[in-house]
């Protein structure tokens, strides 16, 4: 059974860098034909889809978020890693790492706890 875990701060300052690791167990993140992917949710708003990084190493984003985006993996370790840079309050949200069969989507098949992200200084 593939069990995906959210990990990172809770809390990052305005301006810097946002940095989560999606730690998958039960399940390789090169196999076929999975999308592993990066979902969030503001307080009172919906999911948001941000990124994902295909079983090839593909990668995909959001056109919203594409220029402070960026997914990245170590296959040694069965991780795979957002980075989000200049981040504001709005950034503000649940983070979850997910997997599905569709490049975008908001409603994977397989996901996270998810993780609380709160910008503020």
């Known amino acids: 059974q593939v069990q995906l875990q959210e990990s990172g701060p809770g809390l990052v300052k305005p301006s810097q860098t946002l940095s989560l690791t999606c730690t998958v167990s039960?399940?390789?993140?090169?196999?076929?034909?999975?999308?592993w992917s990066w979902i969030r949710q503001p307080p009172g708003k919906g999911v948001e889809w941000m990124g994902a990084?295909?079983?090839?190493?593909?990668?995909h984003y959001s056109p919203s978020l594409k220029s402070r985006t960026s997914i990245s993996r170590d296959t040694s370790k069965n991780q795979f890693t957002l980075q989000l840079s200049s981040v504001t309050p709005e950034d503000t949200a649940v983070y979850y790492c997910a997997r599905s069969v569709s490049v975008v989507t908001t409603t994977p098949t397989i996901r996270g706890q998810g993780t609380q992200v709160t910008v503020s200084s």
């Open positions: 990084i295909g079983s090839s190493g593909s990668t």
């Open positions: 039960g399940g390789s993140i090169t196999g076929l034909p999975y999308y």
